[in-house]
């Protein structure tokens, strides 16, 4: 399916694009996930995606922080600490749900992508897949996408 740019939008209440991940939300803090804020989803979308990933980690594919899907169009969002009230899939540490910002000391600013994805169709998939599993599958019923993202470093 080719993508279209349009109204979907992502966005937090708690840091803005390119801003500071305020500490309370990584390792160092309460390491709750951010309230994160849906909008203009498409008419035609039947489910979203959310994964956030952070590519400046010194991994080979840097660190998938976050994978949660089949989420209802009419959501709205996810309130802080909201765990996986949807379907989870992996992150790089091999469970479901979110793991907070805990760049090495010293590494610097490291940046997370918020990724919102809008499905054209309910794919049902089922628990634990990876993000690159999931990319796999959702790859060709993207209706549209949108990020958010946040930066965070450690002393």
């Known amino acids: 399916m080719r993508m279209q740019l349009g109204s979907l939008k992502i966005a937090s209440p708690v840091f803005t694009h390119g801003g500071r991940i ?9 390491g709750y996930s ?7 989803v498409p008419a035609a979308a039947e ?5 956030c ?5 010194p991994m080979t594919y840097g660190f998938t922080h976050w994978v949660l899907y089949n989420i209802p169009v009419d959501t709205g969002g996810l309130g802080e ?3 996986d009230v949807y379907t989870g899939g992996v992150n790089e540490l091999g469970n479901s749900g979110w793991v907070p910002p805990a760049p090495p000391p010293g590494h610097g600013e490291h ?6 994805f809008a499905l054209d169709k309910k794919l049902g998939l089922e628990p634990g897949l990876s993000r690159a599993a999931l990319l796999e599958k959702i790859d060709e019923h993207i209706l549209e ?3 958010i993202v946040g930066v965070y470093s450690r002393a």
């Open 22 to 30: 305020p500490q309370e939300y990584s390792v160092e803090g309460n």
């Open 111 to 116: 940046f997370y992508y918020f990724q919102l």
């Open 53 to 57: 990933h952070d590519p400046d980690a």
């Open 81 to 83: 600490n909201c765990g």
């Open 145 to 147: 996408q949108a990020r």
């Open 47 to 51: 489910e979203l995606v959310l994964i």
């Open 34 to 40: 951010p309230e994160l804020i849906f909008t203009g």
